[in-house]
């Protein structure tokens, strides 16, 4: 069974902390993803990475970065934390070659992280 | 990139058959439709996906009619268990290098009741 592990289910910052959040997957994935959901926007991509030390902006990266040192493990960086950045985050990995997944692109979800920037 | 758009909320009954459709019209010719669901306080999970014509398996099936605009997932006999978000994804074969079909929009809450 694909697991996608995030660190920790809830987080409490403080404004101007800097905050990691860790992910790590166990299939071999070469494509790892972070999202954020916020009630009535649904889910958006922050960053991507197909590959180590990859990455990619997506639809909201302002106010983060990523880090990809190993190929299982994607960190999100929060720099300096800002209240509207209190959300839930969640982290997925998908293989890249189609033919190594039983559907094209399955993205493998973790049980995410809630964090709350006070 | 092809933009799906889908209902915001359904609710329907214990027993019945729930059809959530969605609409595709801009879909590209090696564009796959991929439906995810999402519980409650966790992440998305895959529950199908197709190219053409109909696809089953043991949780839903999906029908995609010949001109790919629109697809539909078919929940059979849901329950109260079949609460949750669902999320239509279109997009190409490889996710490698770029983030097309990564477009998780709002999705569509279905609500079972007793």
């Known amino acids: 069974d694909v697991k996608v592990t995030q660190s920790s289910r809830y987080l409490v910052k403080r404004t101007g902390e800097k905050v990691f959040l860790e992910c790590v997957q166990d299939?071999?994935?070469?494509?790892m993803f972070w999202y954020r959901q916020d009630p009535g926007l649904g889910l958006r991509l922050i960053y991507f990475?197909?590959?180590?030390?990859?990455?990619e902006k997506g639809d909201i990266p302002e106010g983060y970065s990523v880090s990809r040192e190993k190929k299982e493990r994607f960190s999100l960086i929060l720099e300096s934390a800002s209240t509207n950045q209190t959300s839930m985050y969640l982290c997925?990995?998908?293989?890249?070659?189609?033919?190594?997944?039983?559907?094209?692109?399955?993205?493998?979800f973790g049980a995410g992280t809630r964090l709350s920037v006070l | 990139l092809a933009k799906t758009t889908q209902p915001i909320s359904m609710d329907s009954y214990e027993g019945q058959e729930v059809n959530i459709t969605c609409s595709h019209n801009?879909?590209?010719?090696?564009?796959?439709i991929t439906w995810y669901q999402q519980f409650p306080s966790q992440g998305p999970r895959f529950i199908i996906q197709?190219?053409?014509t109909k696809v089953t398996n043991e949780v839903a099936s999906l029908f995609i009619p010949a001109d790919r605009k629109s697809s539909t997932l078919s929940l059979p006999r849901v329950s109260l268990s079949d609460t949750a978000v669902y999320y239509c994804?279109?997009?190409?074969?490889?996710?490698?290098?770029?983030?097309?079909?990564?477009?998780f929009g709002k999705g569509t809450h279905l609500i079972i009741q007793p």
């Open positions: 997925a990995s998908s293989f890249s070659d189609p033919s190594r997944s039983l559907a094209k692109n399955i993205q493998y």
């Open positions: 299939m071999d994935h070469e494509n």
């Open positions: 990475s197909y590959d180590v030390k990859m990455k």
């Open positions: 801009n879909i590209a010719t090696n564009d796959y």
């Open positions: 197709g190219y053409k």
């Open positions: 994804l279109v997009g190409p074969e490889r996710a490698g290098g770029g983030a097309d079909g990564l477009t």
